[in-house]
């Protein structure tokens, strides 16, 4: 079984020096720990600590051998989307990530493709962005946030962005980012990650439906992490609520349920019965496989979870490669 990692992170050894006249205090610096672990500063605070197989090749290849991966699509981590950045220091920053991913993939093609980032808090900036991610660094596409701010990622004053990605043939990688009300999720930090994350993806994909996101560029690809965040809970829900009230029906006549079947989603729902839930209602056509690596809250086991969702062979071929292959034009 050929299988493509979707959802695979990385994060560079080292970082550019802070341009002269940027005073970006949240600029970021990786300090050495030891020959494979690399501690990341941010604001003079640890942020956390990384091994070497986010940046060196042939550990990942390693690792890649040991969980069962054949090809990873590489992303710079989502706290290095660098939104929250002054724009033209946030330029520097996800240019020299992009460059970095483009090495990456150039060391090894047969084994990595890539994604980059691109400063959407300036969308102008972030159009430039895109056609050099992918004339000069060979990236298929970028890794976007929920969320840019606190403005949606359905906003129309990002659909330049959008346009060019479409013109480009570029995959759009969401992931739910900083999620708001954080105050309400009592108990451990964590619970932003565990719950607020998944949410801001769900909000995003009804925000999408609900401005027929497709209706304005039908050729978008778009990809959610974590299988959509809670979107297959919700559903039916929004299906009923679509049919009884025409306010619903104001941007289009597509039924929540078989827009939803027009995006992507990978698998990285930690439940292979859910997963298995989401292909029957979804369609194997439109699930790639992930692990959100190489942290060490990924899914682990890839070819066993996968085995697991009770797919057929057929739909197994579509999930582990062929859809990944059809999205990067592999």
């Not at 290849?61 to 590489?74: F, R, S, V």
């Not at 959407?120 to 000069?136: N, T």
């Not at 993806?201 to 990809?223: E, H, N, Q, W, Y």
């Not at 299906?239 to 989603?265: C, E, Q, S, T």
Request: aromatic fraction near 10%; hydrophobic fraction near 40%; charged fraction near 20%.
């Amino acid at each position: 079984m050929t299988i493509i990692d979707f959802h695979a992170h990385i994060v560079p050894d080292s970082y550019p020096a802070r341009p002269g006249g940027v005073s970006e205090p949240a600029w970021p610096e990786m300090a050495p720990v030891n020959e494979s672990l690399s501690s990341m500063i941010i604001n003079g605070k640890e942020y956390r600590k990384f091994e070497s197989f986010y940046w060196d090749v042939d550990a990942r290849i390693e690792q890649m051998g040991n969980n069962g991966i054949d090809m990873e699509l590489l992303s710079p981590l989502p706290e290095l989307l660098s939104y929250w950045l002054d724009a033209d220091a946030a330029v520097v920053l996800t240019d020299f990530m992009n460059e970095f991913v483009g090495n990456m993939v150039r060391k090894a093609p047969d084994r990595f493709q890539g994604l980059g980032c691109i400063a959407m808090q300036d969308p102008q900036q972030a159009v430039g962005q895109l056609e050099r991610l992918h004339s000069e660094h060979g990236l298929k596409g970028v890794h976007l946030g929920s969320h840019i701010n606190g403005c949606s990622l359905a906003d129309e004053r990002f659909y330049p962005v959008f346009e060019t990605a479409e013109d480009l043939g570029l995959v759009l990688f969401i992931h739910g980012i900083k999620p708001g009300s954080l105050d309400r999720l009592l108990g451990s930090p964590l619970m932003g990650p565990v719950l607020g994350v998944p949410h801001e993806t769900t909000a995003l994909i009804g925000s999408f439906i609900m401005t027929d996101i497709l209706g304005s560029f039908p050729r978008l690809k778009l990809v959610f992490s974590h299988g959509g965040g809670g979107i297959g809970a919700v559903l039916d829900r929004f299906d009923m609520v679509w049919n009884k009230f025409d306010v619903m029906k104001v941007n289009g006549d597509i039924r929540p349920l078989d827009y939803a079947k027009r995006f992507y989603y990978d698998t990285v729902t930690f439940s292979s019965d859910y997963l298995g839930y989401l292909v029957r209602r979804l369609g194997a056509g439109r699930f790639v496989a992930g692990t959100d690596g190489p942290t060490e809250i990924g899914q682990k086991d890839l070819p066993g979870f996968l085995s697991r969702a009770g797919l057929s062979a057929s739909e197994s071929a579509l999930v582990t490669h062929e859809n990944a292959k059809q999205l990067l034009s592999l």
